[in-house]
């Protein structure tokens, strides 16, 4: 199976930055999207931005400019540098990837969470 494991969440102060790691492990055959969800509480899980296999990213409009997307295929990871960070932006932030993997003598595609990670905006 596939696993994905965040790290970089925590206490950040308005204006601050935080980056945001999220590495998949497991008998990878071969990643095709990966992205970034968050979920406040009591709201909705939203996507917040996605990376295809060749690079292609898009971005909710709140964090348009503020957030960058990006991955390194060697390591599996992806990474949410986020910017200007705002009190609105406080949730939990999840991982998600969407992947191939071996299974016996086949590959099968599988879509995976992270356990999430608590980003927090206070002053």
């Known amino acids: 199976q596939v696993q994905l494991v965040e790290s970089g969440g925590g206490l950040v102060q308005p204006g601050g930055s935080l980056r945001l790691s999220c590495a998949a492990s497991?008998?990878?055959?071969?990643?095709?999207?990966m992205a970034w969800y968050r979920q406040a509480p009591g709201k909705e899980r939203e996507l917040v931005a996605a990376?295809?296999?060749?690079?292609?990213?898009n971005y909710a409009d709140s964090v348009k400019g503020r957030f960058t997307i990006s991955k390194d295929n060697v390591k599996n990871t992806v990474y949410l540098q986020m910017n200007s960070l705002k009190p609105e932006d406080t949730a939990v932030y999840y991982c998600?990837?969407?992947?191939?993997?071996?299974?016996?003598?086949?590959?099968?595609?599988?879509?995976?969470w992270g356990q999430g990670t608590l980003v927090t905006v206070s002053s």
């Open positions: 998600n990837a969407e992947v191939m993997y071996y299974r016996g003598g086949d590959v099968r595609a599988l879509e995976v």
């Open positions: 497991g008998s990878i055959f071969k990643i095709n999207n």
């Open positions: 990376i295809t296999n060749g690079g292609n990213t």
